[in-house]
Structure formats: structure tokens, C-alpha cells
């Protein structure tokens, strides 16, 4: 059997205030040549397929559109789509029974009886070829800790815990059912933050929202957290591929599309997972085509040297009319017009197209007279927690106290109205 294991498509993302449609597209259609050419028996999406909770009608078109070819241009006639941070349950629900019928097998969230997460994959005969305990984001009111006089070391404890028994719950079902002593793969998948891995190849600030997946806590979990019965575990919300706790069979596929600047240096990849019987015989990554996406680059340095980087950046686009760039400047005294200085060098240039320029003073913390700060970009890439949580900063909220008494509350609210919506 093999199993094409991808996750954290974010469809719909925009990269500042620029569309990224074109490139979503690109990697579906590879996506569905891949798996016809790969022989690929089970697609397994391990969450995250929109970037918001309520996404633009031209995302939902990509994926149904992606699901329609899925079952009439390839030999790929099962699926596990589960639910990420990102999604909301009940937008990708809502086609849940439909799916089923077409042997897609989409669980948005995690539901009250595991029985209805553990997902049989038989083949056109009615045989049993393996078993996916489906497992998505488990949110708060489903690993229910106990959130009140915790500081941030016991509550990442009673995180981890309280995903170990959801896991260990769904395990003792698979064995009761018998599930276990077949000759066939045990497959989990999940939705979090494993212990030993990082989010991009840069760890910053911009990364610090994905990190505090449960009430602000970075609510990481350890290997240990997933049972030994199964021989693969399909995990989502890291960007990169990597290994999870030096267990070969517990994987990040990663992004399949760089979505931050943070992630520009990165390959991105899905992977092949092949069985014979319950025996995992090959992890094959196979790594997205550069070509399919915007290359995204940085540029720093003082006014001159940005201009002077822009100026030789000279390469033969093909997929895509420009780079994406982002800029920042430092200058050593006030330069009012270093805006109007660095789009003249642009219009020299049209292959760079800047999406954000921070200009700032390099002598700033040196003096109380150079403190003015010019950026130049919007709202559009970073999450409502992220806003929120610059706004209690700014009013004073200690770290603490944004991440035990606001960041709970705002998730609360955020799921009421996705379920109202």
C-alpha cells in the first residue's frame, strides 16, 4: 500500500496583500499528476487546508475542485482530510457525509465517541487495507485540563498528558476491535507541536502564534505522546519537514509552499509512505518544485547597499513575472525621502516587487532623539492572536497574564462565532 502524506496547504493565504491563488494551483495540479504517476492508494491531509477559519469562495473552489480530480483522474479513491488550528470544524464538515458516500473521510474535529475517528480503508473488493485513527487539532474542550492556577510548566505537563490519553484512548479501541492483529498498517495523524522540532528555519517573533497553540502555552508535546502500535504517524502544523523525536516513522511533511519569508530558504515536500502488510518498508520525500511558487527573498542593510542589492538582482523569471521581497533599512539619521529613494531604484528594477519595507534608525536605542520608526506594510500575515497579543502588550499586559486570562477567552469566542457562522 502507499500512503501520500501532506498537510498545511493554507488556501486562501495572502502574503501581505497579495493573492497567492496562482501559486495554490500550481501545486494541486502537481499534487494530483504526482499521486496518478505514484500509484498512490490513500491521501492522507493532515490539516490546516485553509489558512482561515472562513475562507474566500475561490479557496473552497480549489479544494473541491482539488477532491473532483482526486476521484476522476486518478486511482487514488481514499482520503483523510482532519480539521487544523486554522480550520474551522464546521466548514469542513459540512461536506462530511457527502465525502464519505465518495470514500473521502474528512473529520474536522475531534468528536465526543473515538469510534466515529478511527476510519477503515477497504479496497473496491470490501477487504480491509489499513486503519487511520484520524485524530485533528484537539482544542481545548477536548483534552480538557485544568486551565485555572497553572503556571506555563504544569500546564504544558497537563497538555501533554491529557493528548497522551486521547491517543492512548483511541489505541485500546483499535486493539479491542481486533484492529491490531491484522496484517495491515495502523496509521495516526495529528494536529500540534512535538518536542525537538522547529517551526521554520528562522525561530522569531513572526512564528510565536503557531508555537502557543493551546491558551497561549507553546504546548508541546513529546514523541512518547503517540502509541507504539502505530507504524505511521501523518503530522500537521509545522512548516518543515522533519522527524519527530528521532522516531522515523512519526513525520511533518511540512508546508508544500513557503508561506512566510521566514520559510524562503526552505525545500518543501510531501511524502510517499509505502507498506507491504503492517511492515513500513519507504519514507520517500518528494520535494515540491521551486517552480510552482514566488521565489521570496530579504534584503537589509543601510539605504545604499538595499539599492545597490536591488540594482543586481538579475534573474531569468519564468513561472512568475517578479520576486517577492522584503525589505529592511537602516539608516543613521533621519532620511525623509529614503522611501521615495528606494521605489526609484524598483522602478529600475520591475523583476523585485517589495511587499513590506521597515526603515529605521540604527541608532535608536542609543538616544532618545532616534526613536522614529517608518514601516511600511499591513495586517494581512499575521493571526488575530497575534494582533491581540500586540495590543496587550502594548497596554500593558504582562506575558503571563495575556497568555492565562485573554488568549483562553478570545479563543472561546472565536470558536462561538465559527460555529455560528
Request: include cysteine; aromatic fraction near 8%; glycine fraction near 4%.
Amino acid at each position: 500500500m502507499r500512503i501520500l502524506h501532506t498537510a498545511d496547504w493554507h488556501l486562501g493565504q495572502k502574503l501581505y496583500d497579495k493573492e497567492r491563488t496562482d501559486e495554490f494551483q500550481n501545486f494541486l495540479d502537481w499534487l494530483v499528476e504526482l499521486i496518478q504517476k505514484a500509484k498512490v492508494d490513500l491521501l492522507i491531509i493532515a490539516g490546516d487546508i485553509f489558512d482561515v477559519a472562513n475562507p474566500p469562495h475561490k479557496a473552497l473552489e480549489q479544494y473541491y475542485q482539488f477532491l473532483a480530480k482526486l476521484l476522476k483522474e486518478t486511482f487514488c479513491h481514499h482520503a483523510v482530510i482532519i480539521g487544523g488550528n486554522h480550520d474551522s470544524i464546521y466548514s469542513l464538515n459540512a461536506s462530511q457525509e457527502l465525502a464519505k458516500i465518495l470514500q473521502l473521510h474528512i473529520v474536522g474535529g475531534a468528536n465526543e465517541n473515538k469510534e466515529q475517528d478511527i476510519i477503515e480503508i477497504r479496497n473496491k473488493q470490501g477487504t480491509l487495507q489499513a486503519v487511520v485513527a484520524a485524530v485533528p487539532f484537539l482544542r481545548d474542550k477536548d483534552i480538557r485540563y485544568n486551565q485555572v492556577a497553572m503556571d506555563n510548566e504544569t500546564r504544558n505537563r497537563a497538555i501533554a498528558e491529557s493528548i497522551y490519553n486521547h491517543y492512548a484512548e483511541i489505541a485500546q479501541i483499535i486493539k479491542q476491535k481486533g484492529y491490531a492483529e491484522r496484517n495491515i498498517p495502523l496509521i495516526a495523524t495529528g494536529h500540534l507541536f512535538a518536542q525537538g522540532c522547529s517551526h521554520h528555519s528562522e525561530e522569531n517573533e513572526e512564528n510565536k502564534a503557531e508555537k502557543m497553540i493551546y491558551s497561549g502555552n507553546l504546548g508541546k508535546v513529546p514523541a512518547t505522546v503517540f502509541p507504539s502500535l502505530f507504524q505511521y504517524v501523518a503530522l500537521g502544523h509545522l512548516h518543515r519537514h522533519q522527524i519527530v523525536g528521532g522516531k522515523n516513522h512519526i513525520r511533518y511533511s511540512g508546508s508544500p509552499l513557503p508561506l512566510s519569508f521566514s520559510e524562503r530558504n526552505d525545500k518543501k515536500y510531501v511524502l510517499l509512505i509505502d507498506f507491504e502488510g503492517k511492515n513500513l518498508q519507504n519514507i520517500i520525500p518528494v520535494e515540491v518544485p521551486s517552480v510552482l511558487y514566488r521565489k521570496l527573498i530579504r534584503i537589509s542593510g543601510s539605504l545604499q547597499e538595499v539599492c545597490n542589492k536591488i540594482k543586481n538582482i538579475n534573474e531569468k523569471l519564468i513561472a512568475f513575472p517578479t520576486i517577492w521581497a522584503e525589505v529592511q533599512i537602516t539608516l543613521h539619521s533621519p532620511q525623509p525621502d529614503a522611501k521615495q529613494v528606494l521605489e526609484k531604484e524598483l522602478k529600475e528594477n520591475p523583476c523585485v516587487e517589495v511587499l513590506s519595507c521597515k526603515i529605521e534608525l540604527g541608532n535608536k536605542n542609543n538616544s532618545s532623539d532616534w526613536t522614529e520608526e517608518y514601516v511600511f506594510c499591513d495586517l494581512q500575515e499575521i493571526s488575530p492572536q497575534e494582533v491581540l497579543s500586540k495590543i496587550a502588550m502594548q497596554a500593558g499586559y504582562s506575558e503571563a497574564d495575556f497568555c492565562n486570562e485573554l488568549l483562553p477567552l478570545f479563543n472561546e469566542i472565536v470558536e462561538k462565532i465559527e460555529a455560528k457562522s
